[in-house]
């Protein structure tokens, strides 16, 4: 059962435009969500987070967005750069063992930004 | 600060075997998560540790175990290794219980 999904494997726009990548949770009691930027054969890098009691969290180029009713969220960057072209994942928790840190992935979605 | 580190960076071991990872944490997080990549799972918790405690566990048999010792560093253990375990083997570190995690650049690991 998966309970966090990227429904789009792939994802390709034009340097300068916005990219938007998508992000649906099954789980109510998640309540911190986090997008994180990979490349092949190297650990996820963090970017952006946003606690369920928000809607929305940004950090320069990048804008997380909740909606909790719907139970989905997507991270914007803009204007998107060639360097952002990694897998991005967006991962879930809810509290456990008095911690948020057992994270559950979605599969990833590969963002390429052409020059 | 310098962040998580994991060694060895690559490991090929053949089936029926046990392995070793480690992991060192960011200076001053006392929690350490396992995680396990794989092409077809993807991403998957594994462990969390924190203060020596196993904290919080994933769904993985018990040839997966982990251990953290005082200072913080973290190893994890997987014995009777299966061809199945081949995956690129990430560590987290946070720096108490509702932050964000960093990740290391993972262990690679080949079993033939």
């Known amino acids: 059962d998966q309970q966090v999904k990227q429904n789009s494997p792939s994802l390709s726009v034009q340097e300068g435009r916005i990219s938007i990548l998508n992000c649906d949770y099954t789980n109510s009691m998640f309540d911190y969500f986090l997008w994180y930027k990979k490349y092949p054969a190297e650990g996820p890098t963090f970017l952006i987070s946003i606690s369920s009691i928000k809607d929305k969290n940004e950090d320069g180029r990048f804008t997380v967005f909740l909606n909790k009713s719907a139970k989905h969220l997507s991270l914007h960057i803009v204007p998107s750069q060639p360097g952002d072209s990694a897998v991005y994942f967006c991962?879930?928790?809810?509290?456990?063992?008095?911690?948020?840190?057992?994270?559950?992935f979605g599969k990833g979605t590969l963002l390429t930004v052409n020059p | 600060k310098a962040g998580v580190t994991q060694t060895p960076r690559y490991l090929i071991k053949t089936r029926g075997q046990q392995v070793t990872l480690s992991c060192s944490p960011i200076s001053g997080h006392r929690s350490v998560s396992w995680y396990q990549q794989t092409p077809g799972q993807g991403l998957q918790f594994l462990f969390e540790y924190f203060s020596e405690t196993q904290r919080n566990k994933g769904n993985f048999p018990g040839r997966f175990s982990g251990r953290q010792f005082s200072n913080s560093r973290s190893e994890m253990n997987v014995s009777t290794l299966e061809l199945g375990d081949s995956a690129l083997y990430l560590c987290?570190?946070?720096?108490?219980?509702?932050?964000?995690?960093?990740f290391g650049p993972g262990t690679r690991l080949t079993v033939l």
């Open positions: 987290a570190s946070g720096p108490g219980s509702t932050d964000t995690q960093y």
């Open positions: 991962a879930a928790s809810a509290s456990s063992g008095g911690s948020n840190y057992k994270l559950t």
